[in-house]
Nanobody, 125 residues
Framework: VQLQASGGGLVQAGGSLRLSCVAS????????VGWFRRAPGKEREFVAT????????FYGDSVKGRFTISRDNAKNSVFLQMNSLKPEDTAVYFC???????????????????WGQGTQVTVSS
């Protein structure tokens, strides 16, 4: 499956952005779809993931309560609503799909087999 992430940009601290991840080539309704991010000089970090119907979601501790992941299987898309953004949220954000991902490993990037190209999010102080 090919994944196209978009929606990044420059925003002031406290602002909001909505990222989109559109899949093509294969339906993602049976996949776990996650968001990861890589800040300059840091390793890639788990942000959030949603399982199949969207009823099960997980969040990284640093974004819990501020970010919301959702999906629209009819549009083969997953979204990340980011509110109350902080300068430390600055990173390249990647979406990824895993068709064999299980709940216990949903936070591990190794469990996702297909990755988008990333979209830059910059939060100014």
């Amino acid at each position: 499956v090919q994944l196209q992430a978009s929606g990044g940009g420059l925003v002031q601290a406290g602002g909001s952005l909505r990222l989109s991840c559109v899949a093509s080539g294969r339906p993602i309704r049976n996949a776990a779809v996650g968001w990861f991010r890589r800040a300059p000089g840091k390793e890639r970090e788990f942000v959030a993931t949603t399982f199949r119907s969207g009823g099960t979601t997980f969040y990284g501790d640093s974004v819990k309560g501020r970010f919301t992941i959702s999906r629209d299987n009819a549009k083969n898309s997953v979204f990340l609503q980011m509110n109350s953004l902080k300068p430390e949220d600055t990173a390249v954000y990647f979406c990824a799909a895993g068709f064999s991902t299980i709940l216990s490993t949903a936070r591990r990037e190794s469990t996702y087999t297909d990755w988008g190209q990333g979209t830059q999010v910059t939060v100014s102080s």
